[in-house]
């Protein structure tokens, strides 16, 4: 097990961390703000990896394909956010987990009728193609350096805007106690709305960024929400914060664990026993991590409700 | 045996559509000889097969009020384990079975014991941890065909013979699964046991303070679901003559959420009803077009929002039953 290997493999770790950081902020709002289990949340990331490939191909550059999907999946949010999430915020959790897994069904057909059921691919912008060399024999695609700096980038403006202006103030005291905030004499409802938009938009801006590396294709939420989930949890619903320290940690814990899972338990069994262990025990690791943290901590790390 | 104390004046009224359905079933593979009979007997079969899954559900779900978004392991370990045996050339029921019911209910006591501890969506959540966990372990089999899963030598054998490679036979089988677990859930639901698990649902607090021990009931409705959906997935995986990992994915565990609510939480034969519904209306849309889950969506988000109690609530409300 080389170092550099180690190093790749943490950076990609990073990069998954970042990605799941953008759609678990908005979700952990949602969430921790309206009590709303959105199921939908993992679609808002694929409809804006479709849309960025649209005005990519539309505009014939990256950047303007970027600026276009971005308002485009906020209004697209907002629109779901009018016509069926504001009639569901006093609905019990089983009826929204029902009626956001409608909203799965249709949205996963939807883009296969519009777009066809085949993987679209998204050219890497020129400007950001290539690798760079970040120490002796360490080469790292910029793109992929690209996706981790803006998804820091966001994760620092994130967490200004959370603790340092009125809104973010709002919100978190909304995490905290919602129905004493509405006493309070604010607007609960266009809170709830401003925090929608602004969490679809962040994923949308994730399934946006990710559009050049994976293959964008109907479904590709589904498994990602999965594993957004498995982040607010542990993070502690309602928490910003909570959500980016846990999203780093299952993204270098899935990496990190599918690479070299398999390696440390050879130096424990024999080979082909190790790695049929590895393979079972690498995809479960989250998972693990997730019971063995509720277990301990049935809120999630940095609970927002008291 | 104890009337249910909700069922209020028409015990036999309430229990008029149960009644019907079984005998549905029952007459249904004489009908079927009529035309297009192998597709209608194993339509129906598969239908039977789901309403065991979704019962076991809502006796947790709807009487419990414990969403667990991972139910739908149970339905891979039931089949799982007769997969693997009959790979190794144990294809007895009576082996497979026990064995079956046995896994997934050590699973339940496991993942139930763990999961229990937590409430509302920490419990959602990690019953759908659990159900990844299941499903990966699935995935990663690779001796039993890994992520494309296994196609079984044949169906089940009981005694040495032959008797489901018979598709009627088979049919009646389950039907009698069917039969059994109804009536189980049934005389649980309306034993004492059954209701310390509603008053659970109802005031948690409460029932704590009589001085019910919840935890070790809510576990062992836990344990008992997960048994009974065991015994469907043994079911599907000899219906199928094939297992793999699709059979637990978190989509079939809301599946099987859908099909309890769509027939109306807590009445037992709901459930029975809205896996028949959620299967045929499948069937008969994608009859029409391909595109029938863009259908089917839209449908499940107006059930939420305008049909509240599911199908069961519409029929007590046709039949003027009041609010039940």
Redo the contacts between chains.
């Keep these: 097990m080389s170092m550099t290997l180690l190093y790749v493999q943490t950076l990609n770790g990073l990069q998954l961390g970042v990605l799941l950081f953008l759609i678990a902020a908005g979700l952990t709002l949602v969430f921790g703000v309206m009590d709303f289990i959105n199921l939908a949340h993992g679609v808002q990331y694929m409809i804006g990896a479709y849309l960025a490939a649209m005005f990519t191909a539309m505009t014939g550059n990256f950047f303007y394909g970027l600026a276009l999907a971005l308002p485009s999946a906020l209004a697209f949010g907002l629109l779901l956010e009018f016509l069926i999430f504001r009639h569901l915020y006093d609905r019990d959790h089983l009826d929204q987990v029902l009626a956001t897994f409608g909203i799965i069904l249709f949205l996963n057909q939807a883009v296969k009728v519009i777009w066809g059921a085949a993987p679209l691919s998204v050219p890497i912008p020129e400007a950001l193609s290539g690798s760079i060399r970040l120490m002796d024999g360490l080469l790292y695609p910029v793109y992929r350096l690209a996706i981790i700096g803006s998804g820091l980038a966001i994760a620092v403006l994130l967490g200004i805007l959370v603790s340092r202006t009125r809104i973010g103030m709002l919100v978190r005291a909304g995490a905290s106690n919602a129905p004493m905030v509405s006493a309070l004499g604010v607007d609960i409802g266009k809170l709830f709305m401003i925090v929608f938009g602004f969490g679809a938009m962040l994923a949308g801006f994730a399934g946006a960024m990710v559009a050049p590396i994976l293959s964008v294709e109907p479904g590709m939420g589904d498994n990602l929400l999965i594993l957004t989930f498995v982040v607010i949890v542990i993070g502690g619903i309602g928490s910003v914060r909570g959500a980016f320290i846990a999203a780093i940690l299952v993204g270098l814990v899935d990496t990190l664990g599918r690479v070299f899972g398999p390696q440390l338990l050879r130096a424990l069994m024999d080979p082909s026993a190790a790695s049929q262990a590895g393979r079972a025990l690498a995809p479960m690791l989250t998972y693990i991590l997730m019971a063995a943290i509720l277990f301990f901590r049935p809120g999630g790390l940095f609970p927002a409700k008291k | 045996m104890t009337m249910p104390p909700e069922s209020g004046p028409g015990f036999l009224k309430r229990e008029a559509v149960p009644v019907v359905v079984f005998a549905l079933l029952a007459l249904l593979p004489f009908v079927a000889v009529l035309g297009a009979e192998s597709y209608l007997l194993s339509l129906v079969t598969r239908v039977m097969i789901f309403a065991i899954a979704a019962l076991s559900l809502d006796l947790i779900?709807g009487y419990g009020a414990l969403?667990s978004?991972g139910h739908a392991a149970f339905l891979g370990l039931g089949g799982y384990a007769v997969g693997i045996l009959s790979a190794h050339g144990q294809t007895d029921a009576l082996v497979q079975l026990p064995v079956a019911l046995a896994v997934s209910a050590l699973f339940a006591l496991v993942t139930g014991a763990?999961s229990l501890?937590?409430?509302?969506?920490?419990f959602?959540?990690?019953t759908?941890?659990?159900g990844?966990?299941a499903f990966?372990?699935a995935?990663?089999?690779?001796a039993y065909g890994g992520d494309d899963g296994m196609t079984l030598s044949g169906r089940s054998r009981l005694f040495g013979l032959d008797l489901f490679k018979n598709d009627r036979a088979f049919y009646y089988a389950v039907l009698l699964a069917l039969l059994g677990a109804y009536g189980l859930c049934r005389s649980i639901v309306v034993s004492r046991f059954g209701r310390v698990i509603r008053g659970a649902r109802e005031n948690p607090q409460r029932m704590a303070a009589i001085g019910f021990p919840l935890f070790r009931y809510q576990l062992v409705g836990y344990v008992i679901a997960g048994t009974l959906c065991g015994l469907a997935g043994f079911l599907l995986a000899n219906q199928a003559e094939f297992v793999s990992p699709a059979y637990m994915t978190?989509?079939r565990s809301?599946e099987l959420?859908?099909m309890v609510?769509l027939g109306g939480?807590g009445t037992l034969h709901g459930a029975i009803i809205g896996a028949a519904a959620f299967l045929l209306l499948e069937e008969w849309l994608s009859g029409f077009t391909e595109?029938w889950?863009?259908i089917?969506?839209?449908?499940?988000?107006l059930?939420?929002?305008f049909a509240r109690g599911g199908l069961m609530g519409a029929i007590r409300r046709l039949g003027g039953g009041g609010h039940g």
Aim: charged residues 5%.
């Design positions: 779900l969403v978004f763990l501890r937590t409430k509302g969506v920490y959602i959540m990690i759908l941890a659990f990844q966990m990966f372990l995935v990663s089999l690779a978190w989509q809301g959420i859908v609510v939480l595109h889950k863009m089917f969506g839209p449908f499940l988000v059930v939420v929002l």
